[in-house]
């Protein structure tokens, strides 16, 4: 019988970089979060969902990720996460992660490449090169963006956001993004975390492009083929 461990779970939210400081330096911090574990335990917490806390130009509190594989430098390394992990699973405490993956940061390298046309990276993203016009009703915070098409004059097109321009959408739809998606998971996986929150679920699964009005509203076959992986 499959493991629903997460049924019975009493699961208590962290956003690390405000929750313990462990070295002085005044930001919470993976150390203090494992010096505290105790506490946690002691609470009949049995599993920690961490907020984002990948390397990131930190504009939308971390959900503008530059880098799925690392830690934020203010929160220490990898070689921090991995004791944290050590010590949670000592404690009988499981431990979950947000997977942003509906966007990227601008400064991923894979935008970056991009943005520069790279054949490799240009199909990562959602790109139309005419004007799409007024776009601000689909704009997901009105009055913070005018809509969900942003020029770039290095790449002479528009890519799409649903967020906020300097979130440019990860194109979902190309098999090779749902790759590095699962070679994220993989990575985190084998650092023991025993599951992920989907961040904008809705809009990972979503079509998107110029021509999305006329496709299927959204395909549910991704986040089929994520938990066929993650089991």
């Not at 462990?22 to 203090?32: H, V």
């Not at 929160?75 to 992990?85: E, H, V, Y």
């Not at 649903?162 to 070679?183: A, C």
């Amino acid at each position: 019988m499959e493991n629903r461990w997460f049924k019975n779970a009493v699961i208590y939210c962290v956003d690390v970089d405000t929750f313990r400081d462990g070295n002085g330096d005044g930001i919470g911090d993976f150390i203090g979060l494992r010096q505290a574990l105790s506490y946690l335990a002691g609470l009949g917490v049995t599993c920690i969902w961490l907020l984002p806390f990948y390397n990131s130009p930190d504009r939308d509190n971390g959900y503008d990720i530059m880098d799925y594989l690392s830690v934020h430098p203010h929160l220490g390394d990898l070689g921090d996460f991995a004791a944290f992990m050590s010590e949670a699973n000592d404690r009988g405490i499981r431990v979950i992660i947000d997977l942003v993956v509906n966007h990227t940061s601008d400064q991923h390298p894979w935008f970056q490449a991009a943005r520069r046309n790279d054949p490799k990276y240009y199909g990562y993203y959602v790109w139309r090169k005419d004007d799409p016009g007024d776009t601000s009703a689909q704009a997901v915070f009105p009055g913070k963006q005018s809509g969900v098409w942003e020029f770039d004059k290095l790449a002479k097109a528009y890519y799409f956001h649903r967020f906020y321009s300097y979130q440019p959408d990860l194109n979902t739809g190309n098999p090779t993004v749902r790759d590095e998606i699962k070679k994220v998971m993989g990575f985190w996986l084998a650092l023991g975390v025993s599951g992920f929150r989907v961040d904008a679920a809705p809009f990972v699964i979503a079509y998107k492009g110029p021509d999305a009005e006329k496709q299927p509203h959204e395909s549910f076959d991704y986040l089929e083929e994520f938990r066929e992986f993650l089991r």
